[in-house]
């Protein structure tokens, strides 16, 4: 039987302290917990996602390469604080041919005035923000429909 097609879903810089980190602005939910949802979601859309976190900007470049030569349906990404500040990050989203969808838990058109600038958004194929961990579950709908 044949391998079901394959989401990755980065995240990147402090979202391992979810559920501790600022509840009031990202919520209860731990990104196991997240990561738990969406495999069962993606089980359901005849998907299969391949869940990573790092602290570290070049392992996240590295997983974007990795999605593409892997061919991937898409890559879920929440690249943290790096999204208002890697050029990187946006350089290796367009050189790889795998649509990446940007998701945040919040809101960053609500918060602070740096944080209104998204280099990894000026490369997605899509935006899912301001939703809880909904967020990424809404992400994981619009890649099973690419």
């Known amino acids: 039987m ?18 501790t980190r600022e509840p009031e602005i990202y ?8 990561h738990a949802r969406l495999a069962e979601k993606a089980a359901g859309l ?6 990573r976190q790092s602290n570290h900007e070049g392992v996240l470049i590295d997983w974007l ?9 898409a890559v879920l990404l929440n690249a943290g604080g790096y999204t208002h500040t890697s050029i990187a990050l ?4 367009k050189s790889i041919k795998v649509p990446v969808i940007e998701v945040h838990l919040s809101d960053p058109m609500t918060r602070e005035p740096f944080r209104h600038v998204s280099y990894v958004g000026m490369a997605a194929a899509a935006h899912f923000a301001g939703h809880g961990a909904g967020s990424y579950m809404l992400a994981l709908d619009a890649a099973a429909r690419l």
């Open 46 to 51: 005849g998907l299969r996602v391949d869940c």
């Open 2 to 19: 044949p391998e079901l097609p394959v989401v990755f879903v980065l995240s990147g810089p402090n979202l391992n302290l979810l559920g």
């Open 27 to 34: 919520g209860h939910d731990t990104l196991d917990e997240i």
């Open 65 to 73: 390469h990795e999605a593409h030569f892997a061919g991937a349906k």
């Open 90 to 93: 946006h350089d290796a989203i």
